[in-house]
């Protein structure tokens, strides 16, 4: 497995409250991104990272926030957790050279919101 | 805009029989194509991709996928099912001309019966 490290794995939280998910990565890949997974909607995609405090949005990044101040590091905040963000949150990396490369995914985060 | 298409939320198959999970793409320009597999509570595994070259493209597990351009398909298929490769099937698809973040299908679920 690549080496991508999602924590918590787990978490359970209230409506209103601000919720920050980590993924660190030791493969030193310039590409990171943020997707979550529901049923009948598959993968979308959050937020991506091309580079240390370069970011850029997705197709459902309204609610979220984004950093990266390392490049190992890629941080996704909900500021005001809803219940539709309840969810399984996965981050991958690529090296993204050339656009031909395949990401490699964590093994995501379940966040339940109630 | 890309975007793919699994036409089939949930295909059985038999134990030894051959299996075919579809998918077509929209591009712009020419596309590169990739195929993931989830299992139960894990992260997407890269199975296999198309880049350029011979339209079959062989993966792990024993996975193919075989691209065709003019019907815009990249079906993944496997000569004989085994119990152990029900799982989620993700076909996703990147337009040649830019690095930007892979698209994803809804995912198929594949059951191999017994």
């Known amino acids: 497995d690549a080496g991508i490290t999602q924590s918590p794995r787990h978490k359970v939280t209230e409506t209103g409250t601000p919720v920050t998910l980590r993924c660190h990565q030791t493969?030193?890949?310039?590409?990171m991104y943020w997707y979550r997974q529901d049923p009948g909607h598959g993968l979308r995609l959050i937020h991506y990272s091309y580079g240390v405090k370069d970011t850029d949005k997705g197709e459902v990044s309204d609610g979220y926030s984004v950093s990266r101040s390392k490049t190992e590091d890629f941080l996704l905040t909900l500021e005001s957790a809803t219940s539709s963000q309840t969810s399984v949150y996965f981050c991958a990396i690529s090296e993204g050279r050339g656009g031909n490369t395949e990401a490699f995914f964590g093994q995501g985060t379940r966040l339940t919101v109630v | 805009a890309q975007s793919v298409a699994q036409p089939e939320d949930q295909v059985n198959v038999a134990e030894g029989n051959p299996l075919t999970v579809k998918c077509t793409y929209s591009?712009?320009?020419?596309?590169?194509l990739f195929w993931y597999v989830q299992y139960p509570n894990r992260g997407l595994q890269f199975l296999l991709k198309y880049i350029t070259g011979d339209n079959l493209v062989k993966g792990s597990y024993g996975f193919e996928a075989e691209f065709n351009k003019s019907q815009t398909s990249f079906h993944l298929k496997k000569p004989s099912a085994l119990v152990s490769d029900s799982a989620l099937y993700f076909c996703a698809v990147r337009d040649i001309g830019g690095n930007t973040p892979l698209v994803f299908g809804k995912g198929t679920r594949l059951s191999v019966i017994a």
């Open positions: 493969e030193n890949h310039r590409y």
């Open positions: 591009v712009s320009g020419n596309p590169y």
